[in-house]
């Protein structure tokens, strides 16, 4: 499965993004998915996940009430939907296949080209 995240940008605290993950491969529908993020200096953590069919949905603490994950399989995407941005959400967030058994976790050590969001004080 190939990656692209796309939707990042600059906002002011309190704003809104969505990011928007386009996976190739037939594959797609197969895989839990998740978002992944990382900040520099920090390792790279997890943010959120979707199973299959979008019917269960996994949050970090840091995000939940905030962050939306959801997927539409027809299009081979998955979204994030981040509002209520904090200074400490800005990073580069990453999106990923992940293991169904836990989804924090990614199933492989494949990262496609990742999306800035900077969110500013």
């Known amino acids: 499965v190939q990656l692209q995240a796309s939707g990042g940008g600059l906002v002011q605290a309190g704003g809104s993004l969505r990011l928007s993950c386009a996976a190739s491969?037939?594959?797609?529908?197969?895989?839990?998915m998740g978002w992944f993020r990382q900040a520099p200096g920090k390792e790279r953590e997890f943010v959120a996940a979707?199973?299959?069919?979008?019917?269960?949905?996994y949050y970090a603490d840091s995000v939940k009430g905030r962050f939306t994950i959801s997927r539409d399989n027809a299009k081979n995407t998955v979204y994030l939907q981040m509002n209520s941005l904090k200074p400490g959400d800005t990073a580069v967030y990453y999106c990923?296949?992940?293991?169904?058994?836990?989804?924090?976790?990614?199933?492989?050590?494949?990262w496609g080209q990742g999306t800035q969001v900077t969110v500013s004080s």
């Open positions: 990923a296949p992940v293991r169904s058994s836990d989804p924090t976790l990614p199933v492989y050590v494949y």
């Open positions: 491969g037939h594959t797609f529908s197969s895989y839990f």
């Open positions: 979707i199973s299959w069919s979008g019917g269960s949905t």
